[in-house]
């Protein structure tokens, strides 16, 4: 069965999983949940948390809603391909996720997605257009919303797919294409952070992952406009 639309409620080691895409997927034993019908619990299995507190998403995901994973233990994350939409909260306050690879067709992750978390690397997929984004992310997909990673201070290294044609990584910080817009800088710069005269915009959460730069210099020939 084609499940699209999920979300996740943990009972006891098994995280649970529902819903609402379809009106006629069988019920099971969390049917009268906040009114969304459950997955057939057959497919619990895939999901759970017990020994490696490892959660695994089946093939047939494409979105995952908002705080279905919010302040659990999660410590392995294994996100499918064909997956689409992480909406917001979902993962936030996971303080032993560490490790994550986004598939290839992620196009969409919303605000605080990951905040809190102890994330250590990040990839910007093909399919990413726009970073921090607060308006106009509209339904297109393409977009990682603000606050999306705030406070992932072991967040070490920053890349980019080779096909994504709106970002890249310099020194593991990830700026727009053309150098102009410093979008995120890692969480293992320290002392003296010097920003590149090509940058004439500085995102407002540019620097919400460091806790060691100590001064921020601007390089000769700089023209920062905001």
């Known amino acids: 069965t084609p499940y699209r639309n999920v979300s996740f409620y943990p009972i006891g080691s098994i995280i649970h999983i529902w819903d609402d895409s379809d009106p006629n997927l069988p019920p099971g034993d969390l049917s009268e949940l906040k009114g969304i019908r459950v997955i057939n619990p057959q497919i619990a299995k895939y999901i759970t948390t017990e020994n490696e ?5 089946p093939s047939s995901v494409e979105l995952i809603k908002g705080f279905s994973f919010c302040d659990s233990n999660i ?5 499918n391909e064909g997956l689409k939409k992480i909406e917001g909260g979902c993962f ?10 986004f598939p290839s067709t992620l196009e969409t992750i919303q605000s605080q997605c990951f905040n809190d978390c102890n994330i250590k ?12 984004c607060r308006t ?9 919303y603000h606050s999306a990673f705030a406070r ?20 593991n910080d990830l700026y727009s294409i053309d150098g102009k817009v410093l979008y995120l800088v ?6 003296e952070y010097v920003i590149p005269a090509s940058v004439e915009y500085i995102s407002e959460e540019a ?3 460091t806790s060691q730069i100590s001064k921020i210099k601007f390089a000769e020939g700089s023209n920062i406009k905001r």
């Open 207 to 209: 620097f919400s992952n």
């Open 186 to 191: 890692s969480s293992a710069k320290s002392g």
């Open 121 to 132: 690397s990040l990839n910007i997929t093909k399919n990413i257009k726009r970073f921090g």
């Open 152 to 171: 992932n201070y072991r967040l070490a290294t920053i890349t980019v797919d080779s096909e994504n044609e709106h970002f890249m990584s310099l020194n």
């Open 53 to 57: 507190n490892s959660v695994v998403l």
């Open 75 to 79: 410590k392995s994350l294994i996100l």
């Open 92 to 101: 936030r306050g996971n303080h032993y996720l560490c490790n994550i690879a």
């Open 136 to 144: 106009n992310c509209n339904t297109t997909g393409g977009y990682v």
